[in-house]
C-alpha cells in the first residue's frame, strides 16, 4: 500500500513541547517544558464563565466573534495604545492564537513564496508556512541578547518574500524587540510590499523596564500588519482556546473565510467570559507582571547556582539555558535525561530552530509559570543534579 503521508506533513515533527509534558506525566517529572499555569485562573473570570452557561450562551456566536468580545477588545486596545479598530470589519475572535496564525497564513500566503521567521522560533510557525505551500526564511537571533543582524535580514528580504512574522515579547527568549528594530523592519516591509504578522500573546508580561512596541502603531505599518493575541497567557486560561486576529478590513475578509472553515467559531459561553476580562483594570496586568518577575527571577537564581548559562528574558515565562557549562553538548539527550532520572521536564532548545542551525543543541529551555513550591520542589530536584 502506498504511504498517504502528505509531502508536507513529511516536512515538520509533531509538537515537541506537547511530547515533553508526554514524557514529564509518564515519568511523574515536574513539567517546566509545556507553558500553561499550574494555579488557578483569576475567580473573577471563572465565575463570568458560570454566568455565561447558565444565561445559555452555550449555542453558535456569530463565528468572527461575539460582539461584547470585539466591542471589549476594541475598548482595550483604545485604552493601552490609543488605536482603534472597528470591531465589525477589523477583528475576528479564534480559537487562540494557534489557529489565528494558521488562519492568518492561509488567507494571505500564495504556494512559492516566502515568509521570514526569526530563530529560535516558537515551533507551530515553521509547519504553518510549510502548510501554506511557502518556504520560511530564517534570520537568526544571537544570544545573548538575541538580536539580529540588520544586514542579514534585508539581505533575506527579496521579491518573493510575503510576510515577515514577529513574535515580541518572545517565546521562547523572553526577548522584547525594541523600537529601533522594529522601525528597521517595518521600512523593509514597506519596501518589498510585504506583511507584517505579530504574534503578541505575552505583551503584559514584561521585566526591568522593557516596553512592548506594537510595531503597527508606526507610520505606514496599520494597513500591512495582522495582530494575533490570545487570552491564554494573560489570564492563564491556556485550555480556553480564545484568541482574535486583527488587521485591515481587506485582510480580515480573507482571514474570517479561512477561519470559519476552519474551526466556525471558538466557544460561546468562554467569549463571554473573556469579554469581562478584557476590562480588567490595569493594577491586575502590574500585578501579573510582578508575579511573574518574582518566579523568574527565583528560577534563574537556581539554575545559576546549578551551573546552566543562561539568558536574562525581558518578557514572556520562559528562560532558555545554555547546557555547555553543565558538560552538555546534546539538547535532546540533556532533556530526556532532565525528565527521566532527575525528574524535571523541559523542552530541548533545537525544537525551535532549523536542525542544521550550529546553535541548536546548546539550550534546553525552562518555563516558570507556576506556583512558587512547583518551583523550590523543581530547583531541589536540580540541585541534586548538580550534585551528581
Known amino acids: 500500500m502506498r504511504n498517504?503521508?502528505?509531502?508536507k506533513a513529511k516536512q515538520f515533527t509533531e509538537s515537541v513541547i506537547r511530547e515533553m509534558s508526554r514524557v514529564a506525566a509518564a515519568h511523574g517529572a515536574i513539567n517546566l517544558a509545556q507553558g500553561f499555569p499550574d494555579f488557578p485562573a483569576p475567580q473573577e473570570l471563572k465565575e463570568a464563565a458560570q454566568r455565561a452557561i447558565f444565561a445559555d450562551h452555550n449555542q453558535y456566536a456569530i463565528t468572527w466573534g461575539s460582539k461584547p468580545l470585539r466591542d471589549a477588545i476594541v475598548w482595550k486596545t483604545q485604552r493601552d495604545y490609543?488605536?482603534?479598530w472597528n470591531p465589525e470589519t477589523q477583528l475576528t475572535v479564534v480559537c487562540?492564537?494557534?489557529?489565528?496564525m494558521i488562519a492568518t497564513l492561509l488567507a494571505t500566503i500564495n504556494p512559492g513564496e516566502e515568509v521570514i521567521v526569526f530563530e529560535p522560533f516558537y515551533e507551530n510557525y515553521g509547519a504553518d508556512v510549510v502548510l501554506c505551500g511557502a518556504t520560511p526564511r530564517y534570520?537568526?537571533?544571537?544570544?545573548?541578547?538575541?538580536?539580529?543582524?540588520?544586514?542579514?535580514?534585508?539581505?533575506?528580504?527579496?521579491?518573493k518574500t510575503r510576510a515577515i512574522i514577529i513574535n515580541?515579547?518572545?517565546?521562547?527568549?523572553?526577548?522584547?524587540?525594541?523600537?529601533k528594530e522594529l522601525e528597521f523592519i517595518a521600512e523593509l516591509c514597506q519596501r518589498y510590499d510585504a506583511l507584517a504578522i505579530t504574534d503578541e500573546i505575552y505583551e503584559h508580561i514584561l521585566y526591568d523596564d522593557a516596553k512592548h512596541e506594537p510595531i503597527w502603531t508606526l507610520p505606514g505599518m496599520e494597513e500591512r500588519t495582522v495582530v494575533i493575541n490570545s487570552v491564554s497567557k494573560t489570564y492563564s486560561v491556556t485550555g480556553w482556546r480564545i484568541g482574535f486576529v486583527a488587521a485591515s478590513a481587506e485582510l480580515t475578509a480573507s482571514i474570517r473565510k479561512v477561519h470559519d472553515f476552519l474551526t466556525v467559531g471558538a466557544a460561546a459561553p468562554l467569549q463571554m467570559a473573556v469579554a469581562e476580562a478584557v476590562r480588567f483594570e490595569p493594577q491586575y496586568y502590574e500585578e501579573l507582571a510582578s508575579f511573574y518577575r518574582e518566579r523568574r527571577d527565583y528560577l534563574l537564581k537556581v539554575l545559576q547556582e546549578v551551573g546552566l548559562g543562561c539568558v536574562r528574558p525581558q518578557g514572556a515565562y520562559y528562560i532558555m539555558a545554555d547546557i555547555r557549562p553543565m558538560g552538555w553538548d546534546d539538547d535532546v539527550a540533556c532533556a530526556f535525561h532532565l525528565a527521566e532520572k532527575i525528574g524535571v521536564a523541559v523542552v530541548p532548545g533545537s525544537s525551535f530552530y532549523r536542525p542544521?542551525?550550529?546553535?541548536?543543541?546548546?539550550?534546553?529551555?525552562?518555563?516558570?509559570?507556576?506556583?512558587?513550591?512547583?518551583?523550590?520542589?523543581?530547583?531541589e530536584r536540580l540541585r541534586q543534579w548538580r550534585k551528581k
Open 139 to 159: 534570520v537568526t537571533l544571537k544570544a545573548p541578547d538575541f538580536s539580529f543582524d540588520f544586514e542579514e535580514l534585508a539581505a533575506t528580504f527579496n521579491e
Open 4 to 7: 498517504f503521508a502528505s509531502l
Open 356 to 379: 542544521e542551525q550550529p546553535d541548536s543543541h546548546t539550550f534546553i529551555r525552562f518555563c516558570f509559570c507556576k506556583k512558587m513550591e512547583t518551583l523550590e520542589a523543581a530547583a
Open 96 to 100: 487562540g492564537s494557534t489557529e489565528g
Open 168 to 179: 515580541t515579547p518572545n517565546n521562547p527568549t523572553g526577548k522584547v524587540f525594541n523600537k
Open 82 to 84: 490609543g488605536v482603534t
